[in-house]
T-cell receptor, first 115, second 114 residues
């Protein structure tokens, strides 16, 4: 298995532009998570999905952020419009349905820089 | 409610010496505890977990962690540190009576000096 795949790996954009981050979870995993990592705040959970349905988006910082999961193999995190304070590394992770394991498998991350 | 604390932002240790990275937690029910490691420019990787059973849990790369219920701790340990162990380590906890989703600590940077 290729693991969790994220694209792009690096994104540099200007303030006000729309940014879309993409994630392909591990096949068969029912849970998908989006995290943001910064030096100031550490690792923050933004939103998570179960069977493609958003369950908790209380971590989404504001309305400029939105996430979708149109099918079991694809999710997007969109920022519109982007701001310099959105600069961070964004991770996608997936987890199997088996509740006894709870291990999360993280992708390599997308490093976002908003100028 | 579930929470986890990693009281040290950074731990320094000499190569060959034992290392400990500390983690304490708070839950309402029983804790499910995890350690993850993040190498530079990489995503987090699972190291080990405690769900039930033996208090000493062995994981990847020679790491182990000891669950201590009375002290609500789950410290990560390794008998002999390697320079290649230098990374960011995250502790996470999930409450058996709460959300499916674990809460991660802020991370501890481990630096192993040659």
């Amino acid at each position: 298995d290729a693991g969790v795949i994220q694209s792009p790996r690096h994104e540099v954009t200007e303030m006000g532009q729309e940014v879309t981050l993409r994630c392909k979870p591990i096949s068969g995993h029912d849970y998908l998570f989006w995290y943001r990592q910064t030096m100031m705040r550490g690792l923050e959970l933004l939103i998570y999905f179960n069977n493609n349905v958003p369950i908790d988006d209380s971590g989404m910082p504001e309305d400029r952020f939105s996430a979708k999961m149109p099918n079991a193999s694809f999710s997007t995190l969109k920022i519109q419009p982007s701001e310099p304070r959105d600069s961070a590394v964004y991770f996608c992770a997936s987890s199997p349905r088996d509740g006894s394991t709870d291990t999360q498998y993280f992708g390599p991350g997308t490093r976002l820089t908003v100028l | 409610a579930q929470s986890v604390a990693q009281p040290e932002d950074q731990v320094n240790v000499a190569e060959g010496n034992p290392l400990t990275v500390k983690c304490t937690y708070s839950v309402s029910g029983n804790p499910y505890l995890f350690w993850y490691v993040q190498y530079p420019n990489r995503g987090l990787q699972f190291l080990l977990k405690y769900i039930t059973g033996d208090n000493l849990v062995k994981g990847s790369y020679g790491f182990e962690a000891e669950f201590n219920k009375s002290q609500t701790s789950f410290h990560l340990k390794k008998p002999s540190a390697l320079v290649s162990d230098s990374a960011l380590y995250f502790c996470a906890v999930r409450d058996s009576e709460g959300s499916y989703i674990p809460t991660f600590g802020r991370g501890t940077s481990l630096i192993v000096h040659p």
